[in-house]
């Protein structure tokens, strides 16, 4: 069974850029046709889909995150990485990654991990 | 972009009772393909999101056949037709049509 786990800094001071990695587990981040996707909450509210990559590295990214955000995939590690640039304390989430075999019918998720934006 | 939006955003539902969960998208979720990808998932309280049903009605391995999807186009559905402790948490509806969204969540409580 494929699992996910994130790891990365907690915290991070506005204006900084957010770096977090996703390590897979129990299968190859290259194998079969599966995108990646990160995912954030915000304490107390909804989820919002942040972007996603696919085993080839084409990426998609929501339009409203679009110009600070960069996922990336390193296959040797087996793990994907996201960037979120000029964060701001709107920015403070609890970031997941996940799997998707397409469509964004996510299998399988990471425990998320909180990152709080703060001086 | 798509929005979806879900109805009610509260719902406390006495056990044993059915409920019932909208979401409705602002284009019809339909593909190129002819699937309709809207997605449903369950997020239990302290708990990372759970998927439950994908493709409108396929419901995932583990989950309970009380669960059901149904819908097409923009008006979606999901149901649970007798509703236990543990169905306690926020569904979401989520479209991959259109690339990703969610609906605003919809939480689901014992009265």
């Known amino acids: 069974q494929v699992q996910l786990q994130e790891s990365g800094p907690g915290l991070v001071k506005p204006s900084q850029t957010l770096s977090l990695t996703c390590t897979v587990s129990?299968?190859?981040?290259?194998?079969?046709?599966?995108?990646w996707s990160w995912i954030r909450q915000p304490a107390g509210k909804g989820l919002e889909w942040i972007g996603r990559i696919y085993t080839s590295g084409s990426t998609n990214y929501n339009p409203s995150l679009k110009s600070r955000v960069t996922i990336s995939v390193d296959t040797s590690k087996n793990q994907f990485s996201l960037k979120l640039s000029s964060v701001t304390a709107a920015d403070t989430a609890v970031y997941y990654c996940?799997?998707?075999?397409?469509?964004?019918?996510?299998?399988?998720w990471g425990q998320g991990t909180l990152v709080t934006v703060s001086s | 972009d798509v929005v979806m939006t879900q109805s009610p955003l509260s719902l406390p539902v006495t056990l044993g009772q059915p409920a019932s969960i909208s979401c409705r998208s602002s284009q019809s979720l339909v593909y190129s393909d002819g699937n309709t990808y809207l997605n449903w998932f369950q997020q239990r309280p302290g708990q990372s999101p759970r998927r439950l049903i994908y493709k409108v009605s396929n419901r995932d391995s583990g989950v309970p056949d009380r669960f059901s999807g149904s819908g097409s186009g923009t008006d979606f559905t999901l149901k649970i037709s007798r509703v236990e402790a543990e169905d306690v948490g926020v569904y979401y509806c989520m479209q991959g049509t259109h690339l990703y969204s969610f609906g605003q969540g919809t939480k689901l409580e014992i009265k």
């Open positions: 129990g299968g190859s981040i290259s194998s079969g046709s599966y995108y």
């Open positions: 996940a799997s998707d075999p397409g469509h964004g019918s996510f299998d399988y």
